[in-house]
């Protein structure tokens, strides 16, 4: 199976944010286990100080008076918490304390069981009496060698003063295993943490995959388009090197599209071209010819007529290939319709055209409308509509216009009288050179203006439609601009 290149990438940002999160997640661990054995060993030292302080008050002929010490360690052994730390209930206190003397001899121990040994070489011991800060970190039994974690325990000790002199060493000792609980509830909380912040990363992830591929996905999209030789523009596309690479083949295309317009217009030129040229090069041998005043006229003119029609032909090609090679449009500005539509009406050949063949205009706007467009070819558009409706409605019939808005557009539709599009036209109206010929004289036109009209309205991002209209005679053309 051939996995994408956004699938490669999730595949890769997977693998590394587990490895991330795995890693943090092991030290976050570790640096809590450290974190609550320093504040359990902090809350020690103020304990074994304080109990050194209170049995060091006690000290009567020079002897500590381990009877007390016994009287009130018991009671606070003895003491009911129910304390809930941390989803974790303390019931019963569960230190212990042992007393050495100046010889580290042990004198007094809470659990009776290390009475008598001499601890004066345990480090706890060893640097109290020494004046330094004295712990240990070892088995909380004393006959094992080789604790494991939870065997072990923190022996934290204070000095016990008399007449400002070190007479002796209080110990408070914490088993390790009474800290596991806490440690399970925070490593608890780091695992969900740390779940939360990979199905976070995993989502960014994803939506970083999904950009690059949608961004390849268009790539190839357009690219296969363009082999088929489809009239598409290059797709937006956010990351810089597809943006590149999109340029660079727009580019191409642009540069190979320049060469094959040259070619065509030159060929649909040259065959165009050929029959007015034909009819010029004819008439003009014919006025050598001796003839009448009004011959002469009549063949003036049908070289003026095929001048008009070579004219119009460069014209309509030269503008054609400028709106066809545009990617985008220059001056857009807001425009009212009623205005656009009043003065595309108003242009003198047209106005003459509709008064030479008795045409009725009939308005149909619904109220005020703007579009946002450029002026000169949205006036175009409009005109070639026109221009269309007015060639092919009967002589004496109505051109209806009616202006409308939908969701997304503004729809300018022109409606005619005429017998409608024929059945093999309407597949082929808006492919280059095609045309119908004008029911009243029989002509054709040159092909172009539908094809013109659909490049304008799709560099406004809109739409072109010609279809028949529905039970009269006649079609309608719609220009859709988006709102």
Do not use: C
């Amino acid at each position: 199976m051939k996995l994408t290149i956004g699938v490669k990438l999730f595949i890769a940002y997977f693998v590394i944010t587990s490895s991330i999160v795995w890693f943090v997640t092991d030290k976050v661990s570790m640096r809590v286990t450290k974190g609550i054995d320093e504040a359990a060993e902090d809350v020690m030292i103020d304990t074994s100080n304080l109990l050194a302080q209170m049995i060091g008050s006690n000290i009567k002929d020079n002897k500590i008076d381990t009877d007390n010490a016994r009287n009130l360690i018991s009671k606070y052994l003895d003491r009911e918490l129910n304390a809930d730390i941390y989803s974790v209930t303390k019931k019963n206190p569960n230190l212990q304390v042992y007393i050495t003397n100046q010889d580290g001899i042990v004198i007094y121990d809470s659990t009776g069981i290390r009475k008598g040994e001499d601890y004066s070489q345990w480090n706890d011991v060893y640097d109290t009496l020494n004046g330094k800060y004295g712990r240990r970190s070892s088995a909380l039994d004393p006959d094992i060698t080789d604790p494991t974690p939870g065997q072990k325990a923190m022996y934290v000790a204070a000095p016990i003063y008399h007449q400002k002199q070190i007479f002796g060493v209080l110990t408070v000792i914490k088993p390790t295993a009474d800290l596991k609980p806490y440690i399970i509830e925070q490593q608890k909380h780091i695992d969900e943490y740390a779940i939360y912040l990979f199905l976070v990363s995993l989502l960014l992830g994803a939506g970083a995959s999904y950009i690059v591929s949608r961004g390849a996905r268009k790539l190839v999209k357009y690219t296969t388009a363009l082999s088929k030789g489809e009239n598409v523009t290059a797709p937006k596309i956010r990351q810089i090197e597809f943006a590149e690479l999109s340029q660079a083949i727009e580019k191409l295309r642009g540069d190979l599209e320049g060469r094959e317009y040259v070619e065509e217009y030159i060929d649909t030129m040259a065959h165009e071209l050929r029959t007015p040229i034909t009819g010029i090069q004819g008439t003009a041998e014919n006025l050598l010819m001796p003839m009448s005043n009004e011959q002469r006229v009549r063949f003036v003119n049908n070289i003026l007529e095929a001048n008009k029609k070579m004219d119009l032909l460069v014209n309509r090609l030269l503008n054609l290939s400028r709106i066809e090679r545009k990617n985008q449009l220059e001056n857009i500005e807001k425009i009212n319709v009623k205005n656009l539509i009043k003065d595309v009406l108003q242009a003198p050949s047209r106005k003459g055209n509709i008064t030479r063949r008795s045409i009725k205009i009939e308005n149909i706007i619904e109220r005020e409308f703007n579009i946002k467009a450029e002026k000169l070819l949205a006036e175009q558009a409009l005109a070639n509509i026109i221009d269309n409706a007015i060639d092919f409605t009967p002589i004496g019939s109505t051109i209806g216009i009616k202006v409308s808005e939908s969701n997304t557009h503004i729809n300018i539709q022109v409606y005619d009288q005429g017998k409608g599009i024929p059945e093999h036209a309407r597949k082929q109206l808006f492919r280059r050179f095609f045309s119908s010929s004008r029911p009243d004289t029989g002509k054709r036109g040159n092909g172009l203006g539908l094809r013109f009209v659909k490049k304008i309205m799709s560099l406004h991002g809109g739409q072109v439609s010609l279809k028949n209209r529905f039970m009269e005679d006649g079609a309608v053309a719609t220009l859709q601009f988006p709102t």
